[in-house]
């Protein structure tokens, strides 16, 4: 005697259908990487991101400042300030905008006259990259050099307080 299957009826294989797909959203594997293991997760604050930027920024020969006027003016009166943030001259000039596992960073600066800017951009490039790469584990994906003014030289007499110029007779 033989043994006749039965196919499913057309409710039972959606159902089957619907049971497979379900199985197969719980079993997706976790990505592991550097911020991501078995053990635990990993976030980073994109402020963290920032202050390494801004430091690797700082770090590069022919970087004046950081930021625009506007910005370099509202942190010379925070620092002023006691209590004041000293944050804000770190990652002031600096903008990241992070993923789960990338990053991409913006940075304001000014350029000390003589200064190559092509040089110093890719300077700041490679340096900001290497830095949030190994700090953070992120992969950055791309640094934008803006360069809002370039420094002369004679600029120096104009930036010092009135009480340390000498005065006029």
Not at 98 to 103: D, F, I, M, N, T
Not at 110 to 128: C, D
Not at 140 to 169: C, I, K
């Amino acid at each position: 005697m033989s043994q006749s299957v039965v196919p499913p009826t057309g409710e039972e294989r959606q159902k089957q259908q619907q049971q497979a797909a379900k199985q197969a959203d719980q079993v997706q594997p976790k990505v592991i990487d550097a911020l991501h293991t078995d053990h635990g997760d990993t976030t980073i604050a994109e402020t963290v991101v920032a202050k390494i930027a801004g430091i690797a920024t700082r770090e590069v020969p022919g970087v004046y400042a950081m930021g625009n006027a506007a910005r370099r003016a509202i942190s010379n009166v925070q620092q002023r300030i006691p209590g004041g943030s000293s944050a804000g001259s770190v990652t002031g000039g600096v903008g990241v905008e992070k993923g789960e596992s990338e990053a991409a960073i913006e940075v304001s600066v000014i350029v000390e006259y003589g200064a190559s800017i092509v040089t110093v951009s890719e300077q700041i490039r490679e340096n900001v990259i290497r830095a949030v790469e190994h700090g953070t584990g992120l992969q950055v994906v791309s640094v934008d050099v803006n360069v809002s003014d370039v420094h002369l030289p004679d600029e120096d007499a104009e930036d010092m307080p009135a009480a340390t110029t000498p005065a006029l007779r």
